[in-house]
């Protein structure tokens, strides 16, 4: 094992925990990133999609690049683990891990750097604001691909629940689609002993988010995946009093765009009709945050083939489960090849927290499984 990067690393993971930054403020992250970067020699571009940054490092002379990708952003989250070198930002913390990610690229970085045994070009994106489904897009808006061409994209994240150093990939749908929902019901208010003089919303409600539940379970093909979550009700707040508003807001994934798009035809057309049948007026928004993170398979068996050569494959499983969170790594593989693994960071007998816990800390053992891994993937493509 290579101890000297890791404590190196760590060291560098911990700076990065201790200030933590959320999206599209990640402005000392991404000034930390490009300076260790311009020291290993990579030229460095900042402020692509604001806070974002892209490094690139080309030897040899083959045309082919690979790009590996980094969120750097953190949650807006009270920091509960009395670590040493727990956030000094209160009320952010790099609950997700991200600060892992960010080094396990720089990690990488180096070990290409020093190594340089690959033929072409190597591109690191550093990207900000994933946790909210923005930084992809801000960076695509930026002309990230047209200004960067990139062959094939790799990522990770972390999953505290999977046996440490296993590293995880399916072909196809690994991660699912977010869309987000509102939907406003204007009826009449008043008097809370006299509902016949109005045209109650919060009635007319009740029965959509009931109603909602059937677009999974008899719309949806029984064998697609698919969740409706009416998460948020809002009303006018007056006890005694009927309201003249509701809005309901919530939250809906999926693995493909056309179930995505079948969520939102039947949840508008319910919401409407039913609002029409109850003489309410009815406005429903529906936007799409996350796109589902599909992993090409040509990517996902190179993928594999380095995670085997790195962690050993008893350590691998190409099979993995797909998970219904969303990532928003899903927008780039919309456009170009890649594929995104799992790193599983539970080590045995060690207390672990879930993502987006207030007590979460990346495991820093795999800054250099992940940095090694990524590096395997480079010399596998780029030879
Ligand atoms: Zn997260
Ligand atoms: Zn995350």
New binding site residues.
């Given amino acids: 094992m290579n101890t000297k990067l890791l404590e190196e690393l760590t060291g560098w993971r911990h700076y990065l925990h201790e200030h933590p930054e959320t999206a599209f403020e990640e402005v000392n992250t991404s000034k930390f990133v490009a300076e260790k970067m311009r020291e290993m020699g990579y030229d460095v571009h900042t402020q692509i999609g604001k806070t974002g940054v892209v490094a690139s490092l080309t030897n040899g002379d083959s045309p082919k690049t690979i790009g590996i990708r980094a969120d750097m952003d953190a949650?807006n989250i009270l920091e509960k683990t009395k670590l040493p070198y727990a956030s000094l930002n209160e009320g952010k913390m790099h609950?997700?891990?991200?600060d892992g990610h960010v080094v396990t690229a720089l990690g990488a970085a180096k070990l290409l750097a020093e190594s340089k045994d690959f033929n072409g070009t190597v591109r690191f994106i550093f990207q900000p604001a994933?946790?909210h489904g923005k930084g992809a897009l801000a960076m695509l808006e930026d002309g990230l691909f047209e200004r960067f061409p990139i062959d094939e994209f790799y990522g990770l994240h972390n999953m505290p629940a999977l046996p440490e150093g296993e590293i995880h990939s399916k072909v196809g749908p690994i991660m699912a689609s977010e869309d987000n929902f509102q939907i406003k019901i204007k009826g009449i208010g008043g008097h809370a002993s006299a509902p016949n003089q109005g045209k109650d919303p919060l009635v007319v409600a009740a029965e959509i988010i009931l109603a909602l539940q059937t677009v999974v379970s008899r719309n949806v093909d029984p064998v697609d995946t698919a969740v409706v979550s009416c998460t948020e009700i809002h009303t006018d707040g007056i006890i005694n009093a009927i309201p003249s508003n509701v809005v309901i807001t919530g939250d809906t994934r999926s693995y493909k765009a056309e179930v995505q798009q079948l969520l939102e035809h039947r949840m508008r057309l319910i919401s409407e009709k039913i609002c029409e049948a109850n003489e309410v007026e009815c406005d429903f928004s529906y936007t799409n945050s996350f796109s589902p993170t599909n992993n090409w398979e040509q990517c996902h068996e190179i993928a594999v083939q380095a995670a085997k050569n790195v962690v050993g494959e008893e350590k691998v499983n190409d099979h993995a489960n797909p998970i219904m969170?969303s990532e928003d790594f899903g927008h780039f593989l919309d456009i170009i090849p890649g594929c995104f693994v799992f790193l599983g960071g539970n080590r045995e007998g060690v207390e672990s927290y879930p993502?987006?816990h207030a007590k979460f800390d990346y495991k820093d053992e795999n800054l250099l499984e992940g940095a090694e891994f990524f590096a395997e993937i480079v010399r596998l493509r780029l030879t």
């Fill in positions: 949650l609950a997700c891990g991200h994933e946790e969170a993502l987006h």
